[in-house]
């Protein structure tokens, strides 16, 4: 698994992630909000509070969460139409996908018959604005139910593991971790994986854009990520330590 | 990876297929069709030819394939409302994974600037109805391709692989083959596996529905995939063998 | 009215039908379903129950039915496009006709605060898909009703009268019963007709395609659909008969 | 056919029509427009010109007519919603009735590329303003073509022959001219009739609302139509006579 | 502000409105309705009554109005298509603006939870059809009034101030009141203004279409205005006048 | 104009702006990007180039320029929903509000067949968020029309004027400028000023929102816009000189 002669064009190893960091809350209305961002691409998180829930989840005390996920326009060199009418097929599997991923590390009980909204507006897209969208609104997401907690407003805490999602390709042969843009539009395979804070997998999506892949490739690139993720795991963490002291004591 | 008690609902072992078979031509006018069925649930696949292709495919000699997905309103117990104004993203998803898989196996040189439109439209959805449709509709566009060339339509063949599908899931840690509703509706994680003729992975989606998985369960999850996709791909070619003296000759 | 050459396509007199069939239970999870047939147009009927009636008709003990009718994709040689967004003037009209047809033999006491929802999707395109939808509508409606009264929901039957749908044309001031789609694109007048089991109009819609007519051309023509329509309700009675014994005992 | 005790609501015979009238150019930037009463219905009708077909029509030299109708919101007593997002289907239903009806007496030839735009747009709806909307939008035609001819723009007279519409009602097995909401609202059949000058039938349909009807029914409506279409004609003939000095000359 | 040589197409002078008139319930069936006419300018506005108010209103005590606007296809030369699907951004801003001034004279505790819905549907477009619309409406608002008072539905007066509208522009310097279609299209700037009976502001809608424009620019076009809606004003009270002795007493 | 006892939430006197900053280059693939701030309320504005015009724009040599504007979901406390299918009737009146001040100054034969698309994407909405949107686009613009002159796509300086807005409202009697939220919601009258870097006006709209407001009242409000708009002019021109140095040389 290991490349022989990385050669990204950024320099990075194999193996290596892009530089991952939070910018905390540019959004001071909203409940939560961060700007999570991997090498060039950077997403706008924000986590908001509804008292009720969709109505076929009414009645059983159970809370809900749901996302939504947008390029915004001046997020790609070319300038990405706002979708009205209907979203895209890519919007609306990501949104899912965000929503989904969420939502199994999330106690419904504890939350009550609540909704967590999760809003990823992508402000620069250099591929992996998925992953980082997950990623990031875990954080947003943990910061939000520690204030929702400090104000009595939930008295346990819903959240029941960390999570954090990355990508990885196959170039010619070759699984290369975190692809940016570059990488992206010239993989074989194109590979996101979700994993739990124990290690365990929540979501796999492998996708051969060029050329089907081996079940030792898979292997291949499901070792790269598991080391990417942990890596994460710690970003997240830390992330959370310099926000903590500010709003909630 | 064996079950040790299978007691499936209706009997199979957990590494067993649910039947499978392929009832030629319900839609006589089209270029080609089908009725595809594993167990009870049944496909209604068509493949038409469009002498165009989209707009920005246009002027490069190469040719697409596009596919559409639905359920019919009789197709479950519950009646499915029509989706109008928009779709699902559970519909989009659908769709957008049938047409992926069966643009990797297709020689779009060959195929030249023509389009050819696959239809889906689930006569009864008992699950697996995106593996079925997948593995329904590369049967239907063999058939459709073998026409167009004994017409002169196609002077090359534009397929490059045989393709199938199929679903596994993980039940009380026991991996099971090719789950049918009720198994589906309990399951802990739903994997969908497209492979192409060489056993290769195509597309893999894997989805922790109530609990997460290890790569130990994943890889006891593609060991029981990889033998029930090489038993459809000889389904395929039966149906194929007796639709072949009908009408190409 | 008889046509002196009759000379039709395939060999038909002028007041003959095309071949009539039903084939039962396509759809194993709706209420009812079958496929209907009269020459090459195939027409796929399913009847769904709802325990409940649209917002406005709630509260007075009555009942209700719909009905929905849609050309499938591979119905025709030219790929239909999947109506979005909104349906066409044709589709709305023939909808509209199958459901007021069908209401005006259903007695809405009997049938109590439900819905019953009609899905009449067409497989094969080769003219007359309106009347073979009303036509193999009611039969999957009376097999319905039956369920429902051998299950007990209904204690009484909802069902008035019997009632059936034939096109008439005239090409070259000859009158002709049950167009096909050869005769039906030259055609001068095309008429529908819907009548109940005792001989009676229910709807009438008569469009001068090409040249007006004239009070006895238009006798000649309900002559004609009279002739066919009580053949129809024999062939109607007929597939109930089949699958009376299968499901109600 | 004549109905011994009358007894309308408005003292009317059975055989009467309402009082027929137009108003000439209330819209006075349109090519022609007029309003048109029949009784306390009314309808503006206005044609327009476009010097373009639409595009399946382009290249043959043909002409095209399209008609939109809708109930403006203060044209009833419970004001009607303005239809955004989709047409109900009776709107559909009655525009395509009045483009079918008004094209089948176009020579599209002589009119060269062009399109007739009829706009109908209900001012007061107290019952057959679908047919109110035909009989008039054929006399703002017929004066638009006049205009057009008198300016040169158009060399032939395009159209073919006269036309008009009327509705006739049977309650309590009384065939009755040219109803009324309060009458049209407990009618057991509902049939719109529209004929050419030389008296042929265009369209016909005919709706059971209540009960079925019989042949000899049909034919005491379609009588009572008749001498209804002559009167009404003549009334087109004046309403032109009455606008012909003004601007052609 | 006086204009030296007025000039204008129509031989006004710089400080004249165009001739202002109304006709008198065009739409019988409407709680009231009138065509408010400014020169060739023609609006058809009908007031109806709705015992319910918006959700978000509900349980006050308080009522409500909102007005729609359109502009009828054969209003202007060049034929109008109908909005469907979305509504421009121009028809947006303007029923926006003849809401918000109608409602800002409005007593809506006088009111009730009741709406008054104000449809003003241009006939004729010769330019100022946004401020003929809001003073004719506020005329059919008044008469709309005083028949529910005299009904017993009202017990108060729900409306507090009278209100005008009218439009200045500015050409070549000189300020003109109340543009026509070859006026405007040619306007420097264009002003809209609304006023309450006592001559202060309501609305200010002022857009420099082709230069910028000073303040004492902007006095010349407010005194302009001033002056123009004191004399529409009168022309509203006739009107009112001219109807009150017909269904009020 | 002086307001005798400011006591504004913030400490601010009557005449005073809230505190103005740029941040620039939040969105580093767009043609230029910033985030303009006014107190708390925050707009990401970005400039995106396009080698093409509208349709019906084309063939003139001259350029174009449109605008879209929204609130970001997490931009106020209560979650802002996306809109979809359709823009609100506010959304729509501010984007043309955006566009239309800007084309006001923009020389678009300067400019060539090119259009230029601003985005407004409110990150925090404390009021005043359609000037601010104005104030910063006009920055954004300017930065993206040096870059196109030093990158030699432009030859010629498309901007005419500098171009600020600035909003006023009345409370109480007391003319204040530049409101927020506290303030906003309150005020008896909105004044929204945009004007030209020579002070001339440019757009002008005033409302009424409690109570009607004198001529007198006006001019107060718009001297206390002018001097506001002088101060955020030397706002704009110190950002630039910020930004000058790093992208163009």
Redesign the interface.
């Known amino acids: 698994m290991p490349a022989p002669t990385p050669k990204r064009a950024d320099g990075r190893g194999a193996t290596e992630l892009r530089p991952f960091s939070v910018d905390w809350d540019?959004?001071?209305?909203?409940l939560s909000?961060l700007i999570v961002r991997t090498g060039?691409t950077?997403v706008?998180c924000?986590?908001?509070l509804?008292e009720d829930v969709p109505r076929w989840r009414r009645g059983n005390g159970c809370g809900w969460l749901s996302a939504?996920y947008?390029l915004?326009?001046?997020?790609?060199?070319?300038?990405q139409s706002?979708?009205?009418?209907?979203?895209s097929?890519r919007t609306?599997?990501i949104?899912?996908l965000i929503g989904?991923s969420l939502r199994?590390v999330l106690d419904m009980d504890a939350l009550g018959e609540r909704t967590l909204?999760i809003?990823c507006?992508v402000?620069?897209?250099?591929a992996g604005t998925r992953t980082a969208s997950i990623t990031g609104a875990w954080i947003a997401l943990r910061r939000a139910c520690d204030l929702l907690r400090s104000q009595g407003v939930l008295t346990q805490d819903p959240i029941r593991q960390q999570l954090a999602a990355v990508s990885v390709g196959l170039i010619d042969g070759t699984p290369l971790l975190d692809l940016d843009y570059s990488e992206d539009s010239r993989a074989d395979v194109d590979?996101n994986v979700v994993?739990?804070g124990?290690g365990?997998?929540?979501?796999?999506?492998?996708?051969?854009e060029q050329a089907?892949?081996?079940?030792s490739e898979?292997d291949a690139m499901?070792n790269l990520a598991e080391s990417g993720l942990q890596e994460l795991m710690q970003g997240q963490r830390h992330a959370l330590a310099t926000a903590a002291g500010s709003a909630i004591s």
Chains 1, 2, 3, 4, 5, 6 share one sequence.
Do not use: H, N, W, Y
Not at 212 to 215: A, L
């Open positions: 540019p959004m001071s209305f909203a909000s060039r950077a706008l924000s986590v908001s509804e939504e947008r915004l326009p001046g997020s790609t060199p070319q300038r706002r979708e009205l009418m209907k979203l097929g609306q599997e949104q899912r989904r199994a909204l809003d507006d402000i620069q897209a250099d590979l994993t739990a124990d365990r997998l929540l979501e796999l999506q492998g996708t051969a089907p892949f081996s079940r898979l499901l």
